[in-house]
């Protein structure tokens, strides 16, 4: 049983739900959310800026460059499970903490790696665990701090991502082109570990309900609903993280400036941070289930619409809009249809479960994209994408709009 100190009933703040929830605390929370998911994931989704250099330093060929991106969202996403598990007994706090560590140390030992071996093991783990640490945990946390509001409080928690993805990506690339790749990191490094740790300052737990929850873990998973909802994230995640990874080099091999081309991971942010907060207000109209949906919707329409784009930035603007609205409506939408099909009692859990199978859709889409450009170019890798995102559409219309207890 938890201590006394971390399950203790929050008082109220701001008189918007019973015992702090929708309160004024509770949009704290969300602040802190929004900041370690800002950090994190633009640290992560900032590596399209670095992958030239680090090929050139190492000598690695597209796949194996690609690798280092991959395997740390298998780390993020695979530990999401551990990282959630652990929040839910242990709080918040220390998770953040481990993360803020683990971010530093990665990162750091990476830039003094003098093989591709050590890097990619130091980069994929430090970052991967770095950011296992700042997403699950702190959505979990967000969900459980709300109930009238929760997918409001959801949409602008994983905002932070998108604004992330924006943001960090352009500046590691205007960094990486006025220094060495390695002390652009460490910058990196020393900014992510310090806001993760003012995060953990903030973190604390929900107040205690004086209802059920909802299902457990276990029962969840039994459910078909679940299943589909893994198989679906896993599918859709194949492609879903190639673009973050070789879009800004198809770019530059059409001849746009290195820095406008990583702006266009940066706009996926951009328009994810839309889809995050306008598909919140879209669910309350057609349904939750319905706009999770519509957003795998728009992740087959954007890679239909990258297959045609050629050697047009506007099109490929076009692309990254479609895109990341899509991808951030399914980011921010999954915890609230979890939430609302299964409830909120060990949440953090279940959505950590769920994650693993865009864990290892994230491992293989990446690489795999990477050997089939070597071999047969963009187009035929763009449309082998385009095919995989109608497949998780397909797969996730089964599930159902029953809703949990929670």
Do not use: K, N
């Amino acid at each position: 049983m938890s201590a006394p100190s971390s399950t203790s009933p929050a008082p109220a703040a701001g008189g918007d739900g019973p015992a702090g929830l929708d309160s004024t605390r509770a949009w704290g929370i969300v602040a802190a959310a929004f900041a370690s998911m800002f950090i994190s994931f633009g640290i992560a989704y900032s590596y399209g800026a670095f992958l030239d250099e680090i090929r050139a330093d190492f000598g690695a060929g597209r796949a194996l460059g690609a690798t280092f991106f991959s395997l740390t969202s298998l780390v993020f996403f695979g530990l999401g499970g551990v990282t959630g598990a652990v929040a839910d007994r242990f709080g918040p706090r220390r998770v953040l903490i481990v993360g803020a560590a683990a971010l530093a140390i990665g990162l750091v030992v990476t830039t003094r790696a003098d093989s591709v071996e050590v890097a990619l093991a130091a980069y994929g783990l430090g970052v991967g665990i770095g950011v296992a640490c700042a997403y699950v945990p702190m959505v979990a946390l967000v969900g459980a701090w709300f109930e009238r509001r929760r997918t409001f409080a959801l949409g602008i928690a994983v905002a932070g991502i998108g604004m992330g993805t924006l943001v960090v990506p352009p500046l590691a690339a205007a960094l990486v082109e006025r220094m060495d790749w390695r002390d652009a990191y460490l910058i990196l490094a020393a900014a992510g570990t310090a806001v993760l740790l003012m995060c953990a300052v903030v973190a604390r737990r929900a107040p205690v309900r004086q209802q059920g929850g909802g299902m457990r873990l276990g029962a969840a998973m039994r459910t078909a609903d679940y299943r589909w909802l893994y198989l679906g994230g896993l599918t859709l995640s194949i492609a879903l993280f190639v673009p973050f990874v070789h879009l800004p080099d198809y770019a530059e091999e059409r001849g746009v400036d290195p820095v406008l081309a990583a702006g266009l991971v940066g706009a996926i942010g951009t328009a994810s941070v839309v889809g995050r907060l306008a598909l919140g207000a879209v669910a309350d109209a057609i349904g939750l289930l319905r706009a999770y949906q519509g957003c795998f919707v728009l992740v087959a329409i954007s890679f239909a619409v990258w297959w045609v784009a050629g050697e047009s930035y506007a099109v490929l603007l076009v692309f990254t809009i479609l895109l990341g609205v899509g991808y951030g409506g399914f980011v921010a939408l999954s915890p609230a249809v979890v939430a609302a099909r299964f409830g909120i009692e060990g949440l953090g859990a279940m959505l950590g479960v769920l994650y693993t199978g865009a864990g290892i859709g994230s491992a293989i889409g990446p690489p795999l994209a990477g050997a089939m450009i070597d071999e047969v170019g963009y187009g035929a890798t763009i449309v082998g994408a385009l095919v995989v995102s109608v497949l998780s559409l397909a797969v996730v219309l089964p599930v159902s709009r029953a809703e949990g207890t929670g």
